[in-house]
Structures are given as structure tokens and as C-alpha cells.
């Protein structure tokens, strides 16, 4: 050990959004790190930050556009020396972190599937013709019309809690939540069913929670490293190099998910019209350490199968 650890006087400072999972993210990451290092929780400050895209409720997320809605804040913090380390759902993170940073941390990934959620259905096939569905995601919403046309999205923002109460309101048929945020939260009295990936391909770095530090900072390197969890940072790698490569802006339907089967990788991946009226996917199969490489040869795939323009319809 070549650090000082943190102490209740000198402690390390955690930033984090201050929803529900959010907190629970950041307890599991002080956890962690207490039980790693055999110290006391009070080595540990967790710092609530709010961030643009918690103030801003009453829009759709697309309108207001943006990288980095939920993180800015937290990264100015990060960088001023307010906080050491932010726990995010890598789910959120943009492939690039500003100057300075790091966000290579990941714990160890939590199920990666997605939730119907509904007091009356089992799943997508059991809703009845036209029936109304609730999700603030393009990427759910593309899936869902490309398998069923006759359905009827409607935005549905807000926490978990917030997404429930709706449907509970009769607002909508059933909603659409990770599985990862329900288990964390552990929600088990919610009514749900988890999808088969083969049915709905999750979002690029579901369930996945990441840990973010200042690129200089010796102390948060060698505490996050006791931490890290190598098969989820293999995955994601791959993930998010298929990413990166697509260019995802937030406004882009994409989903892809990289599995570990021994010393090989498995990654799939798929690009939707928002309209849900074309989808493009495929797989690619490789040693886990080109797994880069590989996520970025699934997009070049993708994006040739699509053709100029398929991503470019929000700028019309
Ligand atoms: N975009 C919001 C968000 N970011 C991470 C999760 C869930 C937890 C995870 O995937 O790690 C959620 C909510 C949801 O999709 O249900």
C-alpha cells in the first residue's frame, strides 16, 4: 500500500445523483470499499448532487438534449476537488469523460434484462391490440413497434417510483424498467416479468454500475482498483466501443450486449428507426481481448447495412 487511506477526518468523498438508485449505487460502492479496505463507513461522505436532468421534469428528456444531462454537475464537483470518486449507471455515460477524468471502474454487473411491468399482463405478447404502453426510452419504444406496430407509446418519465405510481393510475397498460434498478432497489413486490435479451436487446451498459475519478488522483486509482470487476470491464468495453463507433447520440435507438462464454466474447448488437419501422441487427463472436476491435467491426456492420441517412433523421 503506497496511499494514505481515507479516515473520518480526511475522508474520501463520494458524488452521486440523489435518486433512489443513485443512493443505493453509491452505498453499494462504500460497501465495497469499506469491506476491501477494513474501514469504517464514516471514512466515507456520500455528497448529493443535482444535476440539470433531475431539475428539469416536465420535458422529455430528448427535448432538452445534450450529453452529459446527469453527470455535468457532478464532473465540475469531481474536478474542483468537492468530491473523489461519482458512482453512475454506466447505462447514462457518454463514451468520453472530460479532460481529467477516468471511468474505468466497474463493479460487478447486476442482471442486464429488461422488466415488463404490469398488474394485469405477463408480457409484450399477452397486451391487446393498440394497447397503451408507457416509457421515456427510444430505444424501448423502437423495439416495442418494430415487434408490434399496434401499440400505443406514451412518454413516461420520472424515477422508478414515479414510472409505478403512473401505471398504477391506469396511465398505461404496463411500463418497462432494467431489471438491474428493481433488484438494487430490491423492489420485489413490483409485477414484473423480465424480457429474454432475444426479445428485447438492452440498452449498451445495463446494469452496470461505473466509478468515475480524477485521472491524477493516486489514492481514488489504488482503492477503485481493489474494487474493479474484470469480466464486466471486458463486456463493456466492448459495448461501448460498439458505441463510440455508431455515435450514439442520445436521440439514437441502439441496444447491444457483450457476454463472456470462457475465453470468448459474444457481443450483439442492433440500430433502430425511432418509429420502430426498421431495425438492423447482428452479432460477432471473438477472443475477449478484441473486444474493442469487435464492437467497433459490429457497427461498421450496422452502419453499411443501414445506409447513409439511417441516423440522421432528428436533424430533418
Ligand atoms: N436511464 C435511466 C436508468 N439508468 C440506469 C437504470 C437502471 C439500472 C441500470 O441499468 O444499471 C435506469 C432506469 C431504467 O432503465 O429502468
Known sequence: MTIDLPTPAKPLNIGTRGSPLALA???????????????????????????????????PLKEIGGKGLFTREIEDDMLSGKIDIAVHSMKDMPVLQPGGLLLDTYLPREDVRDAFISPEFTGIAQLPEAAIVGTSSLRRRAQLLNRRPDLNVVEFRGNLQTRLKKLDDGVASCTFLAMAGLNRLRMDEVPKTAIDSTDMLPAIAQGAIGIERRANDMRAAEMLAAI??????????AERAFLAELDGSCETPIAGLAELDGDTLHL??????????????????????????MGKALARTLLDRAGPGFFDWHTN
Open 25 to 59: 449505487q453509491a452505498h453499494e460502492t462504500r460497501e465495497r470499499l469499506a469491506k476491501a479496505f477494513d474501514l469504517p463507513f464514516e471514512a466515507f461522505t456520500i455528497v448529493v448532487i443535482k444535476t440539470t436532468g433531475d431539475r428539469i421534469i416536465d420535458r
Open 228 to 237: 474493479h470487476d474484470t469480466q464486466t470491464g471486458q463486456r463493456l468495453a
Open 268 to 293: 450483439r448488437g442492433e440500430v433502430l428507426r425511432p418509429d420502430g419501422s426498421v431495425s438492423h441487427a447482428d452479432q460477432i463472436s471473438g477472443p475477449i481481448s478484441d473486444g474493442a476491435t
